[in-house]
Nanobody, 122 residues
Framework: QVQLVESGGGLVQAGGSLRLSCAAS????????MGWYRQAPGKQRELVAM???????NYADSVEGRFTISRDNAKNTVYLQMNSLKPEDTAVYYC????????????????WGQGTQVTVSS
């Protein structure tokens, strides 16, 4: 299994910046894509950004140009640099990882962090 531990959330004023981190640990053969989703009150969870093992990235249109996702494969860690934050970015941000683990070695499996709150005040 893979454990994902997020950090870096908090309260920031509009226009400010935050950096989220998510470190993966546990027993796994390989980590494939890593990314971030968010869920605002009363809304469905949505993709924010993903980064593949080849460093290819994908962003939601709403964050393109403001957020940057990166990863450190040696540390099994993914980061989300969030700049020019807006009140509508307020949500719980969840780390997501796809990994191949010993109990299911024939496929990649999805794992989730516990979530970290990001609040942007106007």
């Amino acid at each position: 299994q893979v454990q994902l531990v997020e950090s870096g959330g908090g309260l920031v004023q509009a226009g400010g910046s935050l950096r989220l981190s998510c470190a993966a640990s546990g027993r796994f053969f390989r980590i494939d894509a890593m990314g971030w989703y968010r869920q605002a009150p009363g809304k469905q969870r949505e993709l924010v950004a993903m980064i593949g093992s080849d460093a290819g990235t994908n962003y939601a249109d709403s964050v393109e140009g403001r957020f940057t996702i990166s990863r450190d494969n040696a540390k099994n860690t993914v980061y989300l640099q969030m700049n020019s934050l807006k009140p509508e970015d307020t949500a719980v941000y969840y780390c997501n990882s796809w990994a191949v683990v010993p109990i299911a070695p024939s496929r990649t499996n999805a794992f989730w962090g516990q979530g970290t709150q990001v609040t942007v005040s106007s």
